[in-house]
């Protein structure tokens, strides 16, 4: 199977390469021979090489992808918050950022189905707080239930872990896309999110009340490619990659994804992830007190007054969407545009340098990770965030000596919430 879309082509990795002519003559003499053992260990490098191709190409199209769709999401925000748009403005605005998203979706899903297939897709098991993942997800899909008029709540069965060994991303990617999904075949009524946790695994369910599934649906729910149903109740866009997606990686945090479901009833996924080596301490976290209902329009507060804020990034229109949000915000920013630049900076006399630094991580020369490496040597420095377009670069920014990692587009609340937890107003390196 070849995965096909936006003009990509992307071979899985399962299947057998197409070997050169004469290592393919030499490959099926040794078989021949008797010599399969041989034959299998080539084919294997092969294979192997051939996956780290893929992977590396997926990385780079993730970039040259997710880059330019930053700028059409962010930008169409900014426009949508001018007080002195037209509603037919307003409307046509709205309608770039939908078609936007559809387009970030549609790149996200078969470039994850790409590494699925290419045996490249990895999850990290860090110390992470779940509710904070679920929360993230929940902020996400609000404005979604809001357009369609539902209600959206969440909800605690049971205490939780305060701390899990998991993939922050990758768990509010899972929860995201189950909710995601109920909205979107739900034509009124309510989706609720409910977590519990046992001594093994966190559980998250999301239940709808929407159009429901019959037995021979839900059969064909989690294969690649599939959609549900084909009456007008179907939502415009997806890929039918989402649940193949979001079950992998579940299986891959040690857990697994389930669905019940009735025809015309609604249905109820629920999402298993393992807990890992984790603290005892649980609680009851009030998802909607946690501030994930700003109202849409509300104005942001100026939560970032005082910190002076490093950003570095050679895209332009990267650099004018961040450092409008900042400024909005409250934070003196000051932009570069390459990596050598931004190590000026980062290595201004202590009182002088910047309280956080925002690092785009493939700059032309200098790039990121070579920034955070060069402005670590003798310890301490400002706290650094790696900004990249790409999941997979996050184990690589964190080795380098990053102290967080982001993955573009990003929202202003989180861009905002990110400055919040690392940046230092008092101008004073960490010891």
């Known amino acids: 199977m070849v995965v096909t879309a936006m003009g990509l082509a992307l071979a899985p990795m399962a299947m057998m390469p197409a070997w050169p002519s004469p290592l393919a003559g030499v490959i099926g003499a040794l078989s021949a021979t008797g010599g399969v053992w041989l034959a299998l260990r080539w084919g294997r490098r092969l294979a192997e090489a051939e996956r780290r191709e893929t992977h590396a190409a997926v990385a780079m199209i993730a970039h040259d992808l997710r880059t330019p769709i930053a700028s059409v999401l962010g930008y169409s925000g900014v426009l949508h918050d001018e007080p002195g748009l037209s509603e037919h403005g307003r409307a046509g605005v709205a309608a770039i950022r939908r078609n936007g998203e559809h387009l970030l979706a549609l790149a996200n899903d078969v470039l994850d189905v790409a590494r699925i297939e290419s045996g490249t897709m990895t999850v990290q098991r860090i110390d992470i707080d779940?509710?904070?993942?679920?929360a993230d997800a929940l902020e996400a899909c609000r404005p979604l239930a809001q357009a369609k008029g539902l209600s959206l709540s969440a909800?605690?069965?049971?205490?939780?872990?305060?701390?899990?060994?998991?993939?922050?991303?990758?768990?509010?990617?899972?929860?995201?896309?189950?909710?995601?999904?109920?909205?979107?075949?739900?034509?009124?009524?309510?989706v609720r999110v409910v977590a519990s946790a046992d001594e093994v695994c966190l559980r998250i369910e999301v239940t709808d009340t929407g159009i429901g599934m019959s037995a021979e649906q839900i059969g064909q729910l989690f294969r690649?490619?599939?959609?549900?149903?084909?009456?007008?109740?179907?939502?415009?866009?997806?890929?039918?990659?989402?649940?193949?997606?979001?079950?992998?990686l579940a299986r891959r945090l040690g857990g697994d994804i389930g669905v019940r479901s009735r025809e015309g009833v609604?249905?109820?996924?629920?999402?298993?992830?393992?807990?890992g080596a984790t603290d005892r301490a649980r609680h009851t976290p009030a998802f909607e007190a946690a501030g994930w209902g700003r109202s849409e329009g509300?104005?942001?507060?100026r939560r970032l007054a005082g910190l002076r804020v490093l950003l570095a990034d050679d895209s332009v229109d990267i650099r004018r969407l961040l450092r409008h949000h900042l400024e909005r915000a409250g934070a003196a920013v000051v932009v570069v545009g390459d990596g050598e630049a931004a190590l000026v900076e980062l290595r201004r006399p202590v009182g002088e340098r910047p309280g956080l630094a925002l690092i785009d991580v493939q700059m032309p020369g200098l790039d990121g990770c070579e920034v955070a490496r060069r402005s670590r040597v003798g310890?301490?420095?400002?706290?650094?965030?790696?900004?990249?377009?790409?999941?997979?670069?996050?184990t690589r920014c964190l080795g380098a000596g990053f102290d967080d990692f982001a993955t573009k587009p990003i929202e202003p609340a989180a861009l905002v919430a990110l400055c919040e937890r690392w940046?230092?107003?008092?101008?004073k390196d960490a010891a």
């Open 266 to 275: 609604g249905s109820t996924f629920s999402a298993t992830v393992a807990l």
């Open 379 to 394: 310890g301490g420095g400002v706290p650094m965030v790696a900004l990249s377009a790409s999941i997979d670069e996050r």
């Open 298 to 301: 509300e104005q942001p507060s």
């Open 224 to 248: 690649p490619f599939s959609r549900v149903g084909g009456t007008a109740a179907r939502p415009e866009g997806g890929t039918g990659l989402g649940l193949h997606i979001v079950r992998q």
């Open 423 to 427: 940046g230092r107003r008092d101008g």
């Open 155 to 190: 909800s605690c069965a049971s205490p939780i872990p305060r701390r899990i060994k998991s993939d922050p991303l990758r768990l509010r990617q899972i929860v995201l896309n189950l909710v995601a999904n109920a909205i979107a075949y739900t034509p009124h009524g309510s």
């Open 130 to 134: 779940p509710a904070v993942a679920i």
